[in-house]
């Protein structure tokens, strides 16, 4: 059976009382986004659609993209739909798609009745329905039936005709800043602190290093929060910076028309590492608070303050050591290798993405 055949075929049962879609992710978090779409989609398309039809989804976890920026066309002659038993394909990734600076988050062909959906550009909020607006919508264009899509959709997503079939834009108004937020939600930035052990071995190590100074307890107890707060900050832009540079998770453009991408892809490495760092200070005061009320008794650092202490000083001193001890874990990132960090920094598309990036880096020079 030709191409246009097969395709005539699956046009025909999706035309049918039966409709089967198969969703192929990205592995990671858009595989278990892609199970959580399969247990709701079906009802979703059958409410709106023809009471009468039943929808089959099925998913599967396989990487296609290897070029964020790769032609639609050559998307699908990678996936090669035709060749799959389902009437629908519908490809979920979490690598950005852009159109010059507007994020895309669909492209649809009706000819091929193929999906590809990127996940990053519907924002690091609220994903799971977004992303299920977007297949709705997507697949009501896909089969030429605008019932299926969800109301209110089409207005929302603008879309464009492109060679190989409909584009779908991100809404308008800060879609910069959603697709920043979604690049960073790939990235689950809070799995850094388990990520980097010797980090935080570092980190806390330092930290109850100074639990045993008192010129820190005499410190604590007269910075103020002004000051506190300065101390935070610096230390976690210290780590940041350190990481960023130590173990070159900053790209360089070899090209003009890399230059913007660039400048998307290093702020979404600074945002993720400054939350992940955020998260690891939190962790760093929490332990070393636990450790501050066990082993330092209030009556030796009353005599050492010269007034009586409560569990408020307690937490002050137990900030100031956390901004201590996240300096200390800059030093202890030094300790882990570049892939360790890589793998804490970045989801798996992203990682595999940086990977790429560093080979062509090397090979350019």
């Not at 798609?97 to 999906?115: G, Q, W, Y």
Request: proline share 5%.
């Amino acid at each position: 059976m030709s191409g246009n055949e097969h395709r005539q075929g699956r046009a025909e049962r999706a035309a049918d009382e039966l409709v089967s879609v198969l969703l192929i992710a990205d592995p990671g978090k858009p595989t278990a986004l892609a199970h959580r779409l399969a247990a709701r989609l079906p009802e979703r398309l059958r409410r709106r659609g023809r009471p009468e039809r039943v929808w089959t989804v099925s998913v599967r976890s396989e990487p296609y993209l290897s070029d964020e920026q790769a032609d639609f066309s050559h998307v699908i002659d990678a996936v090669e739909p035709s060749s799959e038993g389902e009437d629908v394909v519908v490809y979920l990734t979490d690598l950005p798609r852009r159109e010059d600076t507007l994020p895309v988050v669909a492209d649809v062909s009706a000819e091929h009745l193929f999906v590809l959906i990127s996940i990053a550009a519907v924002g690091g909020i609220r994903i799971e329905g977004r992303i299920r607006t977007i297949a709705q919508l997507a697949i009501a264009s896909a089969l030429g039936e605008p019932e299926l899509a969800p109301s209110g959709a089409r207005r929302r997503f603008p879309s464009v005709q492109i060679e190989a079939g409909m584009r779908y834009f991100a809404p308008s108004g800060l879609r910069r800043l959603r697709l920043l937020s979604g690049m960073v939600r790939a990235n689950r930035p809070w799995r850094l602190v388990t990520g980097l052990s010797k980090v935080l071995v570092g980190a806390f190590a330092t930290g109850a290093f100074a639990l045993a100074t008192s010129t820190i307890w005499q410190f604590a107890d007269t910075m103020g929060p002004w000051r506190m707060s300065a101390a935070t900050l610096l230390s976690i832009a210290a780590m940041v910076l350190w990481l960023v540079l130590d173990h070159e998770l900053w790209e360089r453009p070899t090209s003009p028309e890399e230059r913007d991408r660039s400048v998307l892809y290093n702020t979404a490495t600074v945002v993720t590492l400054a939350i992940g760092v955020a998260v690891l200070h939190v962790a760093l005061f929490g332990l070393l608070l636990l450790t501050a009320c066990v082993t330092l008794p209030p009556d030796l650092l009353s005599n050492t303050l010269g007034h009586d202490v409560n569990f408020s000083d307690y937490l002050t001193l137990s900030w100031l050591l956390a901004s201590i001890a996240t300096i200390g874990g800059a030093l202890g990132s030094g300790l882990e290798d570049d892939s360790a960090v890589a793998d804490a920094a970045y989801g798996v598309r992203q990682r595999q993405r940086f990977e790429n990036t560093q080979k062509r880096s090397v090979k350019a020079e």
